[in-house]
């Protein structure tokens, strides 16, 4: 087994694994009926993050190809991390322990928790990235930040991966001017304009596409709203972000992913004049993502 902390204010709760790549592995409302999971919760003593709630990404998101890339003028291998993926992905901050720097749940203090990694296994990203989780009444409030400790300069990139159940009913609505289509290994091909009432115009409340999709939007917004009618649940998303990506295998799955990301997907094989998003930090600077989640069952704030 493995440690777990918990976050309680009497509306949310959320367990954290820190040893997990500091992943959630259960985000409730907590109604009179009892608790009612508002991202895919994890089974018991399941230690995959791909099978829990959500969990951070940093130093990077999504794929890099040709296992690494060039930056000025050096190049920078990258392994494969995840089995059955030849490309490395999402960085390696789901794959480590993360530190506890502080949890406080006092009743003059909304309920967080701090934590914090400390990565340089991984060049040219030499970094201490903090995350914190905060419950702020019916929201959660999540809060990635990276700051570089390497010398010289380096590109980065955050996101986080939450995982939502996938029901017949299940919709969507985020507001995106573009999407990148895709090749068979899932790396971006050619960017399009997202058309009206195509299936994948989330403009306006729709439902998920029927076949696979695993593509990077771009130009959102940074306003999303999830809803499952017949439970009578739907989830508001906020984020200081302007691309997100949508997973899911096809409709008969039982979950798909909404990532709130910084930048484009293989973003670090991208000319550096291409507005890939990525952000090059040099030493002591920092790049921050927020997100939040607010939740509403029937007619009342989660």
């Known amino acids: 087994m493995y440690e777990t902390l918990t976050l309680d204010n009497g509306q949310l709760s959320v367990v954290v694994a820190p040893e997990l790549g500091a992943s959630l592995v259960r985000f409730d409302a907590l109604t009179p009926a009892g608790p009612v999971a508002l991202m895919r919760p994890g089974g018991t003593g399941e230690r995959d993050p791909n099978r829990l709630a959500m969990y951070p990404l940093v130093p990077w998101s999504n794929r890099i190809a040709e296992g690494g890339f060039e930056w000025r003028g050096r190049h920078y291998p990258l392994a494969a991390n995840l089995p059955g993926e030849p490309l490395p992905i999402h960085g390696d901050g789901w794959q480590r322990p993360w530190q506890v720097e502080a949890q406080h749940e006092s009743s003059q203090h909304e309920p967080e928790l701090r934590l914090s990694l400390r990565s340089w296994q991984q060049p040219p990203f030499d970094y201490?990235?903090?995350?914190?989780?905060?419950?702020?009444?019916?929201?959660?409030?999540?809060?990635?930040?990276?700051?570089?400790?390497?010398?010289?300069?380096?590109?980065?990139?955050?996101?986080?991966?939450?995982?939502?159940?996938?029901?017949?009913?299940?919709?969507?609505?985020?507001?995106?001017?573009?999407?990148?289509?895709?090749?068979?290994?899932?790396?971006?091909?050619?960017?399009?304009?997202?058309?009206?009432?195509?299936?994948?115009?989330?403009?306006?409340?729709?439902?998920?596409?029927?076949?696979?999709?695993?593509?990077?939007?771009?130009?959102?917004?940074?306003?999303?709203?999830?809803?499952?009618?017949?439970?009578?649940?739907?989830?508001?998303?906020?984020?200081?972000?302007?691309?997100?990506?949508?997973?899911?295998?096809?409709?008969?799955?039982?979950?798909?992913?909404?990532?709130?990301?910084?930048?484009?997907?293989?973003?670090?094989?991208?000319?550096?004049?291409?507005?890939?998003?990525?952000?090059?930090?040099?030493t002591g600077q920092s790049h921050t993502l927020h997100c939040r989640f607010q939740g509403l069952v029937g007619n009342r704030s989660a």
């Open 128 to 282: 201490r990235a903090e995350l914190t989780y905060r419950l702020d009444n019916a929201a959660l409030e999540v809060t990635l930040t990276v700051t570089h400790l390497g010398e010289g300069a380096a590109p980065y990139g955050l996101g986080l991966h939450p995982w939502f159940p996938r029901t017949a009913d299940v919709r969507l609505e985020a507001e995106a001017e573009g999407v990148w289509e895709v090749d068979a290994d899932q790396l971006p091909t050619a960017w399009r304009r997202v058309s009206p009432g195509e299936p994948w115009d989330f403009a306006c409340e729709a439902a998920l596409p029927e076949r696979r999709i695993d593509n990077l939007f771009t130009g959102w917004i940074g306003e999303a709203r999830l809803c499952w009618p017949q439970r009578d649940i739907s989830l508001s998303i906020t984020a200081n972000a302007t691309r997100y990506l949508v997973f899911s295998p096809d409709a008969q799955a039982d979950f798909f992913c909404f990532e709130p990301v910084s930048h484009a997907v293989n973003a670090h094989r991208f000319d550096e004049s291409s507005g890939h998003g990525l952000v090059v930090l040099y």
